[in-house]
């Protein structure tokens, strides 16, 4: 077991030097014991290390910081979804609204996309052959370990290919094309990237499949945070009177949250037993917390009364506070611009189009839900679990559906 002697020699220091903070020391000693069961000398040493850079300024103080703040969250009482998946710590697409910002924007989802589930092939690959390898209660058959490794090559490879990583085709086995993207990601890989996958993985157990568990929930953020910018960008076209330049964003949008399905049967492998086993201290982070899928919900129409000041928004202030401030939604700027979706033949077919995969992604959630946890269970972070995603899988998406296309004079 590692010792938090290294982390008190650093705060020693008359001004700790913060290139030189014992990351790998901290994290290993997290993945050891899981977050929930560190021992206090560790908490103890890196609440004086925060309390040894507050006066510090600078961008790698302030990564640090925030690493810090992920580490210590259950000992400061803040534990939640955010801090629990180390959100902040990884480079999440965000608004951007500069010339040519959409292309940059998807090669940054792509990038941490294929980052985080190569990670995870790695993990289970060297988890395979080496018994000291991080999480090691109740690890997986060879059978599931082969099914994992195959949904999440499976659920990688649309971004690989688009920015040029593989060639499949010259692959002489599946193990084979494992290892060549595996090396592939690892050579693209930055020093800040690296470090972003290591302090991003702070479990609260030691059960084998919660790595596989962060890393597909952050992955599912990844791509909500770059739909919700989608979104602004389209609500803005459509104000702007560029109908078609929305319709052709918002079936981009809806492709992409199909891609993201992907990642349902990869988590589909988890082991109920496995889950079952942490999912007690995961109490505080429930993805009903994610900020990123409330944005991107509430930028298609504005939810309704109930539903906003229900756990579901309350559970997100800022997007609570953003939609009762006036946040446009595109429902609210195609009523402004007096153009319902039926007049633009294409922007009702994209709508339909984003519909239908929303819809199919809330069904898939909540069918593995009930299958792993149960009809009737409760969530975590105290929220009502199944029976909140059976209520939540029927909302609309857009407070008018576009007509069908019989509806508007095609051919259905």
């Known amino acids: 077991m590692t010792s938090p002697d290294v982390l008190h020699r650093w705060s020693a220091q008359r ?15 997290y993945q050891q014991h899981g977050k929930h069961f560190v021992p206090d000398a560790w908490t103890q040493a890196l609440t004086a290390a925060r309390n040894r850079i507050a006066h510090l ?33 990884l480079p999440i697409p965000g608004p951007d609204q500069t010339p040519g910002a959409a292309a940059r924007q998807l090669v940054r989802r792509d990038r941490l996309h294929a980052q985080l589930l190569i990670d995870l092939i790695a993990f289970e690959l060297r988890s395979a052959y080496d018994e000291l390898t991080a999480l090691p209660q109740m690890r997986p058959t060879p059978a599931v370990t082969t099914k994992r490794l195959r949904h999440a090559l499976r659920a990688a490879m649309p971004a690989l290919h688009r920015m040029s ?36 993985m702070l479990p609260v157990h030691t059960m084998h499949d919660e790595w596989m568990f962060i890393r597909v929930l952050q992955a599912f953020e990844t791509t909500f945070a770059l739909l919700a910018s989608d979104l602004t960008e389209i609500i803005t076209a459509v104000q702007a009177g560029r109908t078609p330049a929305a319709a052709t964003r918002l079936s981009a949008a809806a492709s992409l949250l199909r891609e993201s399905a992907s990642l349902w049967p990869l988590m589909a492998t988890i082991q109920p037993a496995a889950f079952h086993a942490f999912r007690p201290y995961t109490d505080g982070a429930s993805a009903i917390q994610s900020r990123h899928y409330k944005i991107l919900e509430s ?28 946040q446009v939604s595109l429902d609210d700027a195609l009523d402004a611009a007096q153009q319902p979706a039926a007049e633009d033949p294409f922007l009702a077919a994209s709508m339909r189009e984003f519909t239908a995969a929303i819809t199919q992604w809330r069904q898939t959630h909540y069918r593995l839900a009930v299958r792993i946890l149960g ?30 296309t019989r509806d508007v004079g095609g051919n259905a």
């Open 57 to 89: 300024n600078g961008g790698d103080s302030r990564y640090l910081s925030t690493f810090l703040g992920c580490a210590l969250d259950k000992t400061d009482g803040r534990f939640d979804y955010r801090s629990y998946l180390g959100l902040a710590l």
């Open 165 to 200: 990583f593989v060639d499949d085709a010259s692959a002489s086995s599946e193990i084979d094309l494992l290892r060549r993207v595996t090396a592939a990601v690892n050579l693209d890989l930055t020093d800040d990237d690296r470090r972003a996958l290591q302090t991003s």
């Open 15 to 29: 001004r700790p030097p913060i290139d030189r903070f014992p990351y790998d020391a901290v994290v290993t000693a």
């Open 375 to 404: 009809p009737d269970r409760t969530g975590t972070g105290y929220t009502q679990g199944t029976p909140y995603l059976n209520d939540a899988r029927h909302e609309p998406v857009f407070r008018h559906n576009p007509p069908t």
């Open 299 to 326: 930028l298609c129409r504005r939810p309704d009364n109930q539903r906003l000041h229900s756990p579901a928004y309350l559970s997100v202030p800022e997007v609570h506070t953003a939609i009762t401030q006036g």
